[in-house]
């Protein structure tokens, strides 16, 4: 179901998924973080196709190529100040355009169950657009919460978000409900209509002059 990048193959197979979302959004494409964790989600009974991709960075906020730090100050936050050192930047998280709209997102929570259970993170923060934002805070209900104003665009909004992922992994009931779920096609569609870019939290300057015209 999910494969974590280790090999060139795996790299290469990584970056033509991600890219080419880049290249169909206009979207910058950010450094491969040398400390990420790179995960390529696969299609069930053909795990030799990726269908996906997401990066998990450990969270500095005086890293200059933050992806999130430099739009919203996550820093000021003393619950993140205080447990840096157990937080994780979420990036590069798409779902190719051939598998929109079929139920195959939710085969990322098996992805975030890996990562946590590795690492053993307190919070993930993130940039989410906003219609994500309230699909994910559905699934993981007061785990999920929203810091600080929208940053507004011509077409969508961008959600600063923490996660509280060691309050969501100790209610073993819903963990095991998020990783048994299956969505309808339908409900796939009334979350995510096929116009809009399912995630987007990372934003550069040149993201920003493209998404909010500045």
Excluded at 1 to 28: L, N
Excluded at 69 to 80: A, H, K, L, Q, Y
Excluded at 151 to 157: K, P
Excluded at 208 to 213: A, E, I, Q, S, T
Aim: aromatic fraction near 14%.
């Amino acid at each position: 179901m999910f494969k974590i990048v280790k090999s060139s193959r795996q790299q290469k197979e990584f970056e033509d998924t991600w890219e080419y979302f880049c290249d169909m959004y206009g979207w910058y494409n950010d450094p491969y973080a040398k400390s990420g964790i790179r995960y390529n989600l696969l299609l069930p009974n053909k795990q030799k196709k990726v269908i996906g991709t997401i990066e998990f960075i450990p969270y500095d906020p005086t890293n200059p190529d933050s992806t999130v730090e430099g739009r919203f100050p996550f820093s000021f936050d003393e619950e993140i100040a205080v447990n840096q050192n157990r937080i994780w930047e979420i990036d590069k998280l798409c779902l190719h355009k051939d598998y929109h709209r079929q139920g195959y997102f939710e085969n990322f929570m098996h992805v975030f169950y890996d990562h946590a259970k590795r690492h053993s993170p307190k919070y993930y923060i993130a940039l989410i657009e906003k219609r994500f934002f309230r699909m994910l805070r559905i699934s993981f209900g007061l785990g999920v919460e929203q810091k600080g104003e929208a940053l507004i665009g011509s077409s969508t909004a961008l959600i600063p978000v923490v996660f509280d992922v060691e309050k969501i992994m100790q209610d073993d009931e819903n963990v095991r409900r998020l990783l048994e779920a299956k969505w309808a096609p339908d409900e796939y569609n009334a979350q995510f209509p096929a116009k809009v870019p399912l995630l987007k939290m990372n934003l550069t300057s040149n993201i920003c002059r493209k998404l909010f015209g500045r």
